[in-house]
């Protein structure tokens, strides 16, 4: 029960051998059942009235080479996003300092990058050990590492970085062509051998299947450790964007994945991340229910609106929850 107690990265007590077939009838099973079963194995790990507060802030935005058909801020899509270059480390720390003043526990700063260039490493070092002396965790999103890199990031002190494998194997060229999904996997291995923590899910809604979604969370509940946050982001759609009109999913099926994420690796944080705002307050509380135990706090996530701190401050009151940092 001891959230200090969690890190997942490197315990041998829970499930690494997970069947593709197992994940799949996880999916199939009555959302009531399923739901149960996440809620009770979350008890078994996690204080279920706690949820942990990140702060998200885009430290660079837009122009990126990639072709990520959701994303606002490649420089192949018209989205009418204002192209910047990395932030002061002075202003990123205002920020920083803001999102501690309104109780999150995490900082969490994110890079329009393919890739990181060794020519950011000093600035972004920099920035790591600033938000660092707050005494908040801090997190990176930065593109692809080698394995140097993502060791001089370890060693100025980031905590955890994300890199999202964002769906299953078989759907990943529908969604982006410019990398594919093992480029995802070595620098994921390359952040765990460099001793960070890693931040890995992925996004629901793109027009992948149930069996994709089964395909995603397999491969994170088989990877060599579970990832210790898992954000299960539903697809905001951008206007510009390729898929700028698609649909919104069920939100049942957000809860459906966050509680197989949940049963699949029971201690790590499951991440109810993008598309809040389309699912209400009870579509949250039943995705608190079924194991998600951490949010994005704060009214910006990179580009598009997130829920304002003080809608969330009412939520949790009257879910009786309180953040957990
Ligand atoms: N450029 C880096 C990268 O791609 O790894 C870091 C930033 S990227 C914007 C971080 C993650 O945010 C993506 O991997 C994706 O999972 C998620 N994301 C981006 N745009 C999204 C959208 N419109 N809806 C939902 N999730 C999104
Ligand atoms: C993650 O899984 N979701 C966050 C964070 N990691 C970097 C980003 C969500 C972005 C949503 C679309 C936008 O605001 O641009
Ligand atoms: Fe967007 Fe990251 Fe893809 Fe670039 S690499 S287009 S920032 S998701």
Same mark, same amino acid.
């Given at each position: 029960?001891?959230?200090?107690?969690?890190?997942?990265?490197?315990?041998?007590?829970?499930?690494?051998?997970?069947? /593709?077939?197992?994940?799949?009838?996880?999916?199939?099973?009555?959302?009531?059942?399923?739901?149960?079963?996440?809620?009770?194995?979350? /008890?078994?790990?996690?204080?279920?009235?706690?949820?942990?507060?990140?702060?998200?802030?885009?430290?660079?935005?837009?122009?990126?080479?990639?072709?990520?058909?959701?994303? $606002?801020?490649?420089? /192949?899509?018209?989205?009418?996003?204002?192209?910047? #270059?990395?932030?002061?480390?002075?202003?990123?720390?205002?920020?920083?300092?803001?999102?501690?003043?309104?109780?999150?526990? /995490?900082?969490?700063?994110?890079?329009?990058?393919?890739?990181?260039?060794?020519?950011?490493?000093?600035?972004?070092?920099?920035?790591?050990?600033?938000?660092?002396?707050?005494?908040?965790?801090?997190?990176?999103?930065?593109?692809?590492?080698?394995?140097?890199?993502?060791?001089?990031?370890?060693?100025?002190?980031?905590?955890?970085?994300?890199?999202?494998?964002?769906? $299953?194997?078989?759907?990943?060229?529908?969604?982006?062509?410019?990398?594919?999904?093992?480029?995802?996997?070595?620098?994921?291995?390359?952040?765990?051998?460099?001793?960070?923590?890693?931040?890995?899910?992925?996004?629901?809604?793109?027009?992948?299947?149930?069996?994709?979604?089964?395909?995603?969370?397999?491969?994170?509940?088989?990877?060599?450790?579970?990832?210790?946050?898992?954000?299960?982001?539903?697809?905001?759609?951008?206007?510009?964007?390729?898929?700028?009109?698609?649909?919104?999913?069920?939100?049942?099926?957000?809860?459906?994945?966050?509680?197989?994420?949940?049963?699949?690796?029971?201690?790590?944080?499951?991440?109810?991340?993008?598309?809040?705002?389309?699912?209400?307050?009870?579509?949250?509380?039943?995705?608190?229910?079924?194991?998600?135990?951490?949010?994005?706090?704060?009214?910006?996530?990179?580009?598009?609106?997130?829920?304002?701190?003080?809608?969330?401050?009412?939520?949790?009151? #009257?879910?009786?929850?309180?953040?957990?940092?």
């Amino acid at each position: 029960m001891n959230p200090t107690m969690t890190r997942t990265d490197t315990d041998t007590d829970i499930r690494h051998d997970w069947t /593709r077939d197992e994940v799949d009838a996880l999916l199939a099973l009555p959302l009531m059942n399923l739901v149960y079963r996440a809620a009770t194995v979350h /008890r078994q790990h996690f204080d279920p009235n706690e949820v942990q507060l990140s702060t998200l802030l885009n430290i660079k935005q837009g122009g990126c080479s990639e072709d990520c058909k959701y994303c $606002s801020q490649s420089a /192949r899509y018209q989205t009418g996003l204002d192209n910047e #270059k990395l932030m002061d480390p002075a202003r990123v720390l205002e920020f920083a300092k803001a999102a501690k003043a309104n109780g999150a526990g /995490r900082f969490c700063m994110g890079a329009a990058w393919r890739d990181l260039k060794d020519r950011n490493l000093d600035q972004l070092v920099e920035i790591i050990q600033a938000v660092r002396d707050l005494g908040m965790e801090t997190c990176m999103t930065l593109g692809m590492l080698t394995p140097g890199q993502a060791q001089q990031l370890a060693d100025a002190g980031l905590d955890y970085y994300n890199h999202n494998i964002d769906t $299953s194997r078989e759907y990943y060229p529908e969604v982006v062509t410019t990398r594919t999904f093992d480029d995802r996997l070595d620098t994921l291995q390359n952040v765990r051998d460099a001793g960070m923590h890693v931040c890995c899910g992925g996004i629901i809604g793109m027009g992948e299947s149930q069996q994709d979604r089964a395909g995603m969370l397999h491969t994170l509940a088989t990877l060599a450790g579970h990832p210790g946050s898992v954000p299960i982001n539903m697809l905001v759609p951008v206007p510009g964007t390729p898929l700028g009109d698609r649909e919104m999913i069920d939100p049942l099926e957000l809860v459906r994945t966050i509680a197989a994420a949940r049963i699949l690796m029971p201690k790590s944080y499951v991440r109810l991340s993008a598309g809040r705002r389309s699912i209400g307050e009870a579509g949250q509380a039943l995705c608190f229910l079924a194991g998600a135990n951490s949010i994005f706090y704060g009214d910006k996530l990179l580009t598009t609106p997130n829920p304002d701190e003080s809608s969330d401050m009412e939520l949790l009151e #009257k879910l009786g929850m309180k953040a957990a940092n």
